[in-house]
């Protein structure tokens, strides 16, 4: 017993003065897909001895095993006790050193975590270890000439129509709906007693509401309703005719054909209150003219953000077109998941019914997959302009965004930062403002050419 308590220090010391010594990974690297690279890699015996050796080594130091004093106990006695945890640790141990070595050695730029399942990788008990995973890269594509994309700078002009129709929409939460004897019009609100038909299918309601706008009843979408409504009045008879979506709560009905009959009864129409000194005060203006010059000015900058937003994207359209880019599909498919519980979501709270939703989903899949091919690639385009153009993010760019943010939502800056932190989405912050810096970057470098005003509509005069 004495001989091996004795020589296993040296045998760890040893392995820790050589592991520079140890003879190198051998690494292949080929194409498996676009933008996929499957990564071999073989590791010598002799580091996995030296691994074991380290890993026992810390066993012996701090291990309590029965009839031996802590650091006496014998290399094989460990073994025997420990080692299946211990090839296990230095199996994975190797693998992730390894993989390390790559990415850094490499000029691969390995997107997320590698698709890797190291129980499926045996670390022999001789020669070498090899295992090989694929993992997504960054694309490799030509950039398109950047500097020089010609833009249209689009006129922004604070009407005193847009400035009347800004002041009615703000107006309207004052508002009150009144009936009317004109026929309805988009906006309104009718008042009928409902009733659907089909085959097994019946269903009434009386004095039911609705916006002269595309609505359901009973769950069955009603594309049609707010074309059918306009022009209604007080004892019109309106019928719409659907299919009831496959998604309906109500498995009889599902596919079948109904028509749904409104006999209008009352057309309201909302009534907005006249600006006044006093109504101005409620809002917390000075006079009815102070009103009208802050809704002057709010507009002004909100069209000084709409023609920013217009030329920004005529050079996305432009970069998207002129770059032709084959994404790893992994990445393409993570992507377009998000995307689509975005719009699933948004089409929830806009008040889209689940069924509805459900019976477009092959068709909002669709959109979103091109939705997300798209943001990926221009990710990446900007990506590769931000470093040729040097473009960086500083931390107070990072503070002054998040304060901004923090003020939208009545919160303290420093709150939500901790949120952010928690939640790993700095990263994410800092990207999309170097994204923005560098579309900012290339409005710089474009040639711009102002557009006149469009003259007036006859309807508008």
């Given amino acids: 017993m004495s001989d091996e308590t004795t020589n296993t220090p040296d045998v760890e010391e040893s392995a820790s003065a050589e592991q520079d010594t140890l003879p190198a990974n051998k690494v292949a690297i080929e194409d498996a897909g676009p933008s996929t690279k499957k990564i071999t890699i073989e590791i010598d015996r002799a580091r996995i001895d030296a691994k074991f050796d380290s890993i026992f080594g810390d066993l012996r130091r701090n291990a309590q095993v029965p009839g031996f004093r802590v650091g006496h106990a014998p290399r094989r006695l460990l073994e025997k006790r420990f080692g299946k945890e211990a090839a296990e640790d230095v199996r994975n141990g190797l693998v992730a050193e390894a993989l390390g070595k790559v990415a850094e050695d ?57 400035a009347a129709e800004t002041t009615r929409n703000i107006l309207s939460a004052r508002g009150t709906l ?51 409504l306009t022009g209604a009045k007080a004892g019109s008879t309106v019928q719409v005719k659907a299919t009831v979506p496959q998604g309906h709560a109500n498995e009889d009905w599902r596919g079948k054909e109904v028509a749904v009959t409104f006999d209008v009864k009352e057309v309201k129409r909302l009534e907005v209150p006249e600006l006044t000194d006093e109504l101005a005060k409620e809002f917390g203006m000075e006079s009815a003219e102070a009103f009208g010059g802050f809704i002057k000015e709010r507009l002004g900058a909100q069209l000084e953000t709409e023609r920013r937003q217009s030329m920004r994207q005529q050079v996305v359209t432009h970069l998207l077109e002129k770059t032709k880019i084959d994404l790893p599909e992994g990445l393409a498919a993570r992507q377009a998941a998000r995307v689509l519980q975005r719009r699933y979501i948004d089409l929830l709270y806009r008040g889209v019914p689940r069924e509805q939703i459900d019976q477009n989903l092959e068709l909002l899949q669709a959109r979103a997959s091109e939705e997300a091919a798209d943001e990926l690639r221009l990710s990446f385009i900007l990506d590769r302009i931000a470093e040729a153009e040097k473009i960086t993010v500083e931390e107070g760019e990072v503070n002054a965004r998040i304060a901004e943010m923090a ?20 990263g994410e912050l800092e990207n999309r403002i170097r994204e923005q810096k560098t579309l900012d970057r290339l409005l710089e470098l474009a040639e711009i050419a102002p557009q006149a005003p469009a003259p007036a509509s006859d309807e508008s005069k």
């Fill in 178 to 228: 009144a009936p009317t004897d004109e026929p309805a019009a988009a906006g309104d609100q009718v008042v009928a007693d409902v009733a659907m038909a089909g085959e097994g299918i019946e269903e009434k309601r009386e004095n039911v509401e609705y916006q002269v706008a595309p609505a359901a009843f009973s769950g069955v979408p009603l594309e049609d309703l707010g074309e059918k």
């Fill in 407 to 426: 003020m939208r939502q009545g919160r303290r800056p420093e709150r939500l930062r901790s949120e952010m932190s928690g939640e790993g989405s700095l």
């Fill in 106 to 162: 490499s000029d691969l730029r390995i997107l997320g975590e590698p698709d890797l399942k190291l129980d499926d990788i045996e670390l022999p008990d001789e020669g070498n270890l090899v295992f090989s995973v694929e993992v997504e890269v960054s694309p490799e594509f030509d950039l398109p000439d950047y500097k020089g994309i010609k833009v249209d700078e689009p006129s922004i002009e604070v009407t005193e129509e847009r």
